[in-house]
């Protein structure tokens, strides 16, 4: 019997490659990948480049914070048909058209502001960057949806798969792409041009074009093709609830910002911690006006309930009492790789990488390593089990990103033996000791990464009930960045504080509970897994 299930399982991987919903998950990816680098990696070089201070370029890190509340506008996607867009693409396809084209917007206006020419202009990229994470995190809510609902649970490791692979090509673009772009368009080289980035930012926005031709060619999954049982005034209600709340959430973080000020010590620890306390105190202030709106004649009570509150009480209710730990895995279980991540590029750029050996190494390289990782993950999610698999990618993120370690320390002895070697010596062992490293280090984090990353995401996709995909997976993967991202806004100023040695060591512990967590979780939930 275990056999016969066994090759079913096999024979539909293998038919399931040439699925079209499988292959379009690959462009589809590569459409979720592009915007998030954008924001990350290649802009912080870029702020970087034009001299912006580097506690200031990694609060940058905090506009992608919508990935993180992007659970608060996904009943909208799940609920709120677009009429026109929604008649002619459907229900998925039709917000994924509006997402791409506001991330072609959003990433235009990046194009055309240069950071180094004034304070306004910082703020003004800022404002940019928060409006690309924005519509990117409304694109990653739909294409979830869509994943999941588009093929039988046997594929979903298969869809996982490719849409990471996908996913990693996109941030080979938008990584090493802008990169390399940035670096061709400039003449002067070691100089900053802001041309330059205008140009390599205008090219990404040409990439999205790929997402966009494979959305208008794709077919809409069966399980969204329904009819909306409310009316224009309901739907018209919970837009404005969502305002309502959004604008009270503003309020309300700039408001505890005041008052908590006083707290602040000018210690990273104690400025995160009010910082995560203004945000914990500005979403409870949303979500009790919130309600009460609700409870008024503006929505509708029914619709309200179904949307926001069901999803979150069928998961409660399915997992029970394992339903915290599930939580806090989830939390914690990317928190080294992406807190570490923020302050990479700018790590690359004071260790004296150039732009093309970032790119070349870190953005290609790397990449395409992790692309490796992704395809070990999922074979070994299939032999030897999800749970299984997420584990060892903990214990493994935890090992390599110690290595960076090594990476900062090797940065201080090139230091010495550039006082102590003649020059024309100093400068072939520093091109071979440093280049040699990089690789080294990158190969294994990334690979590791990849193995996690496969994984987590076959881990997330299998805690969603059908009935609420859009919702549930929105809250998982929101809770997934939250943490990590607003640690990682305040990662400059703790290398400032500790070094980067100290940094990394501290990154490195932190993916420590999570391995606890996962240890005594693993008996409730392993027979609700898929292996």
């Known amino acids: 019997m275990e056999q016969s299930t066994q090759t079913r399982l096999a024979t539909l991987k293998a038919k399931g490659y040439f699925k079209p919903e499988i292959i379009a998950m690959l462009f589809l990816g590569f459409s979720a990948g592009l915007p998030i680098l954008l924001i990350f990696s290649s802009l912080s070089v870029w702020l970087t480049q034009a001299g912006v201070e580097k506690s200031s370029v990694t609060y940058f890190s905090w506009a992608a914070l919508a990935y993180s509340f992007k659970f608060l506008w996904a009943p909208l996607v799940d609920k709120l048909p677009l009429y026109f867009l929604t008649s ?21 206006m990046m194009a055309l502001i240069d ?25 990653d809510i739909v294409i979830d949806a869509y994943r999941i609902e588009a093929v039988s649970s046997e594929l979903q490791a298969l869809m996982s798969s490719m849409y990471i692979s996908g996913y990693r090509l996109g941030m080979i673009v938008a990584g090493a792409g802008t990169l390399l772009l940035a670096g061709w368009f400039n003449s002067a080289e070691l100089e900053y041009s802001y041309d330059a980035w205008r140009l390599a930012y205008l090219c990404m926005v040409a990439a999205m074009a790929i997402g966009i031709i494979t959305n208008l060619l794709i077919k809409e999954p069966q399980q969204t093709i329904s009819k909306y049982t409310y009316g224009s005034r309901d739907y018209a209600g919970l837009v404005v609830l969502f305002l309502i709340g959004v604008m009270v959430f503003v309020v309300g973080y700039i408001n505890a910002g005041v008052l908590l000020e006083p707290l602040k010590m000018g210690s990273p620890v104690i400025d995160f911690l009010v910082t995560a306390l203004r945000l914990f105190v500005a979403l409870i202030i949303a979500l009790v006006i919130g309600y009460a709106v609700s409870q008024t004649g503006l929505v509708n009570r029914q619709m309200a309930r179904e949307t926001y509150i069901l999803p979150v009480l069928e998961f409660f209710r399915r997992h029970q009492r394992s339903a915290i730990l599930i939580l806090a895995i989830i939390g ?8 570490l991540g923020v302050i990479a590029n700018v790590f690359y750029v004071d260790s004296g990488f150039t732009v093309v050996e970032i790119a070349t190494v870190v953005k290609t390289f790397g990449v395409i390593m992790t692309i490796a990782g992704g395809f070990v993950g999922g074979v070994m999610a299939i032999k030897y089990g999800v749970i299984s698999t997420l584990y060892i990618g903990g214990i493994l993120a935890v090992a390599t990103n110690l290595l960076f370690m090594l990476l900062a320390n090797a940065v201080g002895f090139d230091a010495w033996l550039a006082e102590v070697l003649p020059n024309s010596l100093y400068t072939h062992v520093h091109e071979h000791l440093n280049i040699s490293l990089l690789y080294f280090v990158i190969s294994a984090d990334n690979l590791s990464a990849g193995i996690a990353t496969t994984a987590f995401v076959a881990f997330l996709s299998s805690l969603t009930n059908l009935s609420f995909t859009a919702v549930q997976y929105a809250i998982f993967s929101s809770l997934m960045t939250f943490i990590p991202k607003t640690i990682g806004g305040y990662s400059g100023s703790i290398v400032e504080s500790v070094g980067y040695s100290h940094f990394f060591l501290i990154a490195s512990l932190m993916g420590l509970p999570v391995l606890v967590l996962i240890y005594f979780v693993r008996p409730l939930i392993a027979n609700k897994q898929t292996h």
Do not use: N
Not at 88 to 108: E, F, H, M
Not at 121 to 133: E, I, K, N, P, R
């Open 88 to 108: 002619w693409l459907g229900k998925r396809r039709g917000w994924l058209l509006l997402s791409q084209l506001a991330i072609v917007s959003s990433i235009c």
């Open 115 to 139: 950071p180094s020419s004034s304070d306004s202009a910082l703020t003004l990229m800022a404002f940019a960057a928060v409006a690309l994470g924005f519509s990117s995190a409304t694109q």
């Open 332 to 339: 914690l279980y990317r928190m080294s790789d992406i807190v």
